[in-house]
C-alpha cells in the first residue's frame, strides 16, 4: 500500500520520536569515501531532522549518536566522531536560545573524552535555563539500554544503603525516574534508518510499547520525506498495549 508522504496531526501525531542514526560508514563506502565522510554527512542530516522535527510540533527527539559498543571501531574513525560531537556540541549552545531547542544527554558521559564531557554538561546547564516546552533533544552519547538500566540499578541500590528508599518501593514509574529519560513520556514512534531490523542497545525500558519503522535509506540520505512516511504510518498502527 502507497504511504502518505505528509505528516498528520492530531492525536496521531506522536510526542516523541526516537531515531538510531545508523548507515553513515556504508554511505561513504559505496562512494569511495572514507566512512568517516558518512560521519561528516549524518551530522548534517541530524541538523535538518532536528529543525523539521521541531517544526512540526514534535516536543521530544531522542537520537541515536554513539553506542557503549561504537567504542569497538578503529581510533580514527572514533575521534572523528568526538571531533563532530564537540563542533555540533559547540554549535547547538550557541543556537538553543535563538532556534527554540533544548538539549539533554542518554548515556555515561564519564566516559567521554574529558573536554566533551564538560561541554556536555555546559549545555546541559545551558538548556536547562530554557523554557520547558522548547523542543528537548535527547543526544544519546555513549549510551546503551543496558547500561542506562544498570545505572539507574546501581544509584537505588545506593539510595537504599543510604536509608531514603526501600527496596520493596520500587516500581516501575519509581524505576523510570532512575533512567536517563527521567520525566519524559516513552518514545510513540522509533525510526531505524539503514536496512537492519534491530534495536542494537537502544533505549531498551522504554521501547516496550513503541512502534518501529525501519527504512533502507542509510542516515546521509535520510530526509524530511521519510520522517512524513513514518508519521503516517505510525498513524495507521492500531495500539493496543496488550488490551483488545
Ligand atoms: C551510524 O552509522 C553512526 C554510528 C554508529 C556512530 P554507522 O557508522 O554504523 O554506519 P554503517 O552501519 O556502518 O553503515
Ligand atoms: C547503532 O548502530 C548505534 C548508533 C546508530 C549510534 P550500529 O551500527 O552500532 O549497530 P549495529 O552494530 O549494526 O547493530
Ligand atoms: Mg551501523
Request: charged letters at 25%; a neutral charge; glycine letters at 8%.
Amino acid at each position: 500500500m502507497a504511504e502518505e508522504s505528509h505528516a498528520v496531526a492530531g492525536a496521531a501525531m506522536p510526542r516523541h520520536i526516537a531515531i538510531i542514526m545508523d548507515g553513515n560508514g556504508r554511505w561513504a563506502t559505496k562512494r569511495g569515501l572514507p566512512r568517516t565522510a558518512g560521519h561528516k554527512v549524518g551530522a548534517e542530516t541530524f541538523r535538518k531532522i532536528a529543525y523539521y522535527c521541531k517544526d512540526i510540533g514534535i516536543q521530544y527527539l531522542t537520537v541515536y549518536a554513539f553506542s557503549t559498543e561504537n567504542w569497538k571501531r578503529s581510533a580514527e574513525e572514533v575521534n572523528v566522531i568526538m571531533l563532530l560531537l564537540n563542533r555540533y556540541l559547540h554549535e547547538l549552545m550557541e543556537l538553543m536560545a535563538r532556534d527554540h531547542f533544548r538539549i539533554r544527554f542518554f548515556g555515561d558521559l564519564t566516559g567521554l573524552p574529558p573536554k566533551l564531557e564538560q561541554l556536555a554538561h555546559q549545555t546541559d546547564d545551558v538548556s536547562s535555563a530554557l523554557p520547558k516546552d522548547y523542543c528537548l533533544v535527547n543526544l544519546c552519547i555513549n549510551y546503551g539500554g543496558r547500561d542506562e538500566i544498570l545505572r539507574a540499578a546501581r544509584k537505588y541500590a545506593a539510595d537504599c544503603a543510604a536509608g531514603t528508599r526501600k527496596p520493596g518501593e520500587l516500581d516501575e514509574s519509581l524505576f523510570s525516574s532512575y533512567l536517563d529519560s527521567a520525566g519524559l513520556p516513552d518514545p510513540e514512534l522509533i525510526i531505524r534508518p539503514g536496512g537492519e531490523f534491530r534495536l542494537s542497545n537502544f533505549l531498551l525500558w522504554q521501547c516496550a510499547y513503541s512502534e518501529f519503522y525501519a527504512t533502507d535509506t542509510l542516515w546521509p540520505d535520510f530526509t524530511t520525506d521519510e520522517i512524513d512516511k513514518a508519521i503516517a504510518a505510525y498513524a495507521r498502527r492500531n495500539r493496543r498495549f496488550g488490551g483488545v
